[in-house]
Nanobody
Framework: QVQLEESGGGSVQAGGSLSLSCSMT????????LGWFRQAPGKERAVVAY????????RLIDSVKGRFTISRDNAKRSVHLQMNNLVPEDTAVYYC?????????WGQGTQVTVSS
C-alpha cells in the first residue's frame, strides 16, 4: 500500500497564502486520482480538489475556485495545493488522498488555520 505524507500547513491571516504538498512513497503502482479533502471542526470530511492522472486536469469545489490551484508531479509522485486569498472558512485539517488499484490511501492530515 502506498503511504502519503502532507506538509505545508500552518496559520495565516485572512488574505494570506499557504502551499500544501503531499508526497507518496511505497510501491510504484499506478495512481488514478490524487486530491485533497478537508475537515473543519464539527463537520464531516469533504473533498476540496482532485486531479486525474490521465487528463491531468484539476477539479475544485466552488468555494475555492479562483483561490486554490491543484497540481501534480508524476515523476516526483506528489500533489500540491496552492491556496491563495484564504478566508477563515478555510480553517480545517487538510488530508491528501490517492486512489489506486488497491483502493484509497490517506495522509495523516495537516492543520490550516486562517484568522480574521
Amino acid at each position: 500500500q502506498v503511504q502519503l505524507e502532507e506538509s505545508g500547513g500552518g496559520s495565516v491571516q485572512a488574505g494570506g497564502s499557504l502551499s500544501l504538498s503531499c508526497s507518496m512513497t511505497g510501491p510504484p503502482i499506478p495512481t488514478v486520482t490524487l486530491g485533497w479533502f478537508r475537515q473543519a471542526p464539527g463537520k464531516e470530511r469533504a473533498v476540496v480538489a482532485y486531479i486525474d492522472s490521465t487528463s491531468n486536469s484539476g477539479r475544485l469545489i466552488d468555494s475555492v475556485k479562483g483561490r486554490f490551484t491543484i497540481s501534480r508531479d508524476n515523476a516526483k509522485r506528489s500533489v500540491h495545493l496552492q491556496m491563495n486569498n484564504l478566508v477563515p472558512e478555510d480553517t480545517a485539517v487538510y488530508y491528501c488522498y490517492a486512489d489506486t488499484q488497491e483502493g484509497r490511501a490517506w495522509g495523516q492530515g495537516t492543520q490550516v488555520t486562517v484568522s480574521s
